[in-house]
C-alpha cells in the first residue's frame, strides 16, 4: 500500500463542526482502514508524520518513500532576474478549506502593502471566500487567476520572488509533507511556508531559502519578510535527491523485493 494521506484524521478535522457527517464516515472508514492497514504486508508512507499513527499497525514492513519533483521542473532554464521594486509572491494550487488562504493572504497584503503583490493560481471551494474577504479589506495588491497549463505555469514561478505555501491549523495536517514544497524547490526561490509539525521540520533539515511561520499567523510572516534579505539560490542537491524518477525507481525495487 501507498499511503499519501489519513483519509479518517482529515474527516475528524476538516468535518470537526459537522457531527452528523464526521461520527458515521468516521466510523465506517475506520474500520475499511483498520481491515486493509492491518492486512498489508509492505506499507509506504508519503511523509514520515504519519509514522506515529500506523505504529498501531506492526505487521506490514514501511517505507518512507516522498513525493518529488516531476520531470518537467527540472533543467529549468534560469530566468533573467526581476528588476521591479514590487515583490511578487505566487501561490499555485487548490484553494480549499485545507489550504486556508482566506486566513492569511487578504491581511498579509494588507499589512504588506504596495510593495508587494499576491498572485494566487487555481480554483477550489474557498476561492469565492478568499475574493470576498480581499474585497472586504479593500486591498489591491492581490490577483486570483484561473488555473493554468504547466508551462505558463513555470513562467510564472520564474517572475517571481516568492513561491508561497500554506495549510490550515488543522491536527492532521502537521502530519502531512505537501507535495507542492518539491515543485516550488526546483526553481530556488525562497520559499514562503506557513506550515506546522512535520513539514516545518522536512523544511528545516533539507531547505536554507525560505520563511517559516505557524500557520494562520499573519503577523510573523509580515514581519519575517519585512527583515528577509535572501535571495534565488540554487537547491540542486535537494532536487537531485527528490526527482520523483529517483524516487519511484528506488519505490519500484522496494516493490519488487516483496515475497
Same mark, same amino acid.
Given at each position: 500500500m501507498d499511503i499519501r494521506d489519513i483519509f479518517v484524521d482529515? @474527516?475528524?478535522?476538516v468535518f470537526r463542526g459537522r457531527k452528523m457527517i464526521q461520527i458515521p464516515a468516521g466510523i465506517c472508514f475506520k474500520w475499511i482502514e483498520r481491515y486493509t492497514f492491518s492486512k498489508a504486508k509492505h506499507i509506504n508512507l508519503v511523509s514520515e508524520g504519519f509514522k506515529a499513527y500506523f505504529s498501531k499497525y506492526d505487521k506490514p514492513v514501511y517505507s518512507y518513500f516522498t513525493n518529488g519533483i516531476d520531470d518537467i521542473f527540472l533543467n529549468i532554464p534560469k530566468p533573467t532576474k526581476r528588476d521591479s521594486k514590487v515583490k511578487v509572491i505566487t501561490y499555485a494550487g487548490n @484553494?480549499?478549506?485545507?489550504?486556508?488562504?482566506?486566513?492569511?493572504v487578504p491581511m498579509a497584503a494588507q499589512k504588506l502593502g504596495n510593495p508587494y503583490f499576491f498572485r494566487i493560481i487555481g480554483d477550489g471551494g474557498i476561492k469565492k471566500l478568499l475574493k470576498d474577504k480581499v474585497e472586504e479589506l479593500g486591498?489591491?495588491?492581490?490577483?486570483?487567476l484561473d488555473p493554468v497549463s504547466r508551462d505558463k505555469l513555470i513562467e510564472y514561478y520564474n517572475d517571481s520572488d516568492f513561491l508561497f505555501l500554506h495549510l490550515n491549523d488543522l491536527e492532521a495536517f502537521k502530519k502531512v509533507l505537501p507535495s507542492k514544497l518539491f515543485e516550488y524547490a526546483a526553481f530556488g526561490k525562497p520559499i514562503i511556508a506557513g506550515v506546522g509539525g512535520y513539514a516545518s521540520q522536512f523544511i528545516r533539515e533539507n531547505l536554507d531559502n525560505? @520563511?517559516?511561520f505557524a500557520p494562520t499567523d499573519v503577523e510573523s510572516m509580515v514581519t519575517q519578510l519585512l527583515k528577509f534579505e535572501g535571495c534565488d539560490k540554487d537547491q540542486g542537491n535537494f532536487v537531485r535527491k527528490f526527482a520523483r524518477k529517483n524516487i519511484?525507481?528506488?519505490?519500484?525495487?522496494s516493490i519488487l523485493e516483496c515475497r
Open positions: 482529515t @474527516i475528524k478535522d @484553494i480549499g478549506s485545507g489550504q486556508g488562504l482566506e486566513k492569511v486591498v489591491h495588491n492581490v490577483e486570483l525560505y @520563511i517559516l519511484m525507481e528506488e519505490m519500484a525495487r
